[in-house]
């Protein structure tokens, strides 16, 4: 997997996380298949690490998209920081290589300033925090891995997040639900998985967890959407 050097090195500054690159313990990786509408687009291949513990614990996501369309092949690399065991958002960079557009998102107090940049144009938005129970996380388009950032808050007792979509400028209000242990079916095996909804303006995201906390499958039925784990990951 391709690694965005700079964007690493920001977030670690961003985050302040000492030795983080020496420290950090893997949490997940692997690779998810991405389909629109039963037809294979693309590829995902992401790392998920963390170094500290407690409210200082440190978490890097690092993630590389390639997808193709109309005989068009685009690379997005995404890399994002969080902070504390709830994942509370600090910091996200995103890269387009087809477009050359760059995305850079940081936490500003309550507020996260994100400028995106081009060939073409230089654009500053901002995004609120709700509040200190209405956590924000990232999800841009086709990641899978992003939604991990869901997985702290599937047991508390409030679930409303705020969902930012970095490319499409967009923040919008979102529920989370819990549902059951249901089998699934990935590549020839059929597994036992924790099946939540996220319930963003509207539109249901369904997603799949295996015993260690793992995404495994992410539907969004409306936008035909799929992504699954290939291979599965290891026990």
């Known amino acids: 997997m391709q690694i965005l050097i700079f964007t690493f090195i920001v977030l670690a500054a961003a985050l302040n996380p000492g030795n983080l690159t020496s420290q950090a313990t893997t949490i997940d990786e692997g690779t998810f298949i991405i389909e629109i509408a039963g037809r294979?687009?693309?590829?995902?291949?992401?790392?998920?690490?963390?170094?500290?513990?407690?409210?200082?614990?440190?978490?890097?996501?690092?993630?590389?998209?390639?997808?193709?369309?109309?005989?068009?092949?685009?690379t997005v690399q995404s890399a994002l920081g969080t902070l504390g065991p709830a994942l509370s958002l600090q910091a996200y960079q995103t890269r387009i290589s087809t477009s050359n557009l760059e995305i850079n998102l940081q936490r500003r107090g309550d507020r996260f300033l994100a400028i995106a940049s081009s060939d073409l144009y230089l654009e500053e938005r901002e995004y609120k925090r709700l509040s200190s129970r209405t956590p924000t996380i990232i999800l841009d388009e086709y990641f899978a891995h992003h939604y991990?950032?869901?997985?702290?808050?599937?047991?508390?007792?409030?679930?409303?997040?705020?969902?930012?979509?970095?490319?499409?400028?967009?923040?919008?209000?979102?529920?989370?639900?819990?549902?059951?242990?249901?089998?699934?079916?990935?590549?020839?095996?059929?597994?036992?998985?924790?099946?939540?909804?996220?319930?963003?303006?509207?539109?249901?995201?369904?997603?799949?967890?295996?015993?260690?906390?793992?995404?495994?499958?992410?539907?969004?039925?409306?936008?035909?959407?799929?992504?699954?784990?290939?291979?599965?990951?290891?026990?």
């Open 148 to 235: 991990f950032l869901v997985l702290p808050h599937q047991f508390t007792e409030s679930k409303e997040l705020t969902v930012v979509f970095p490319r499409a400028g967009e923040q919008l209000s979102a529920d989370l639900s819990l549902g059951s242990v249901e089998p699934i079916s990935l590549g020839n095996k059929q597994i036992q998985a924790q099946h939540m909804q996220l319930n963003v303006g509207g539109v249901i995201h369904r997603i799949w967890t295996d015993g260690q906390n793992r995404i495994l499958r992410v539907e969004i039925p409306t936008k035909n959407y799929l992504a699954y784990r290939s291979p599965l990951p290891a026990n």
């Open 40 to 74: 294979i687009l693309g590829t995902e291949s992401f790392k998920i690490r963390s170094a500290g513990s407690g409210a200082e614990v440190r978490t890097i996501a690092q993630g590389d998209l390639v997808i193709s369309t109309n005989e068009t092949t685009e």
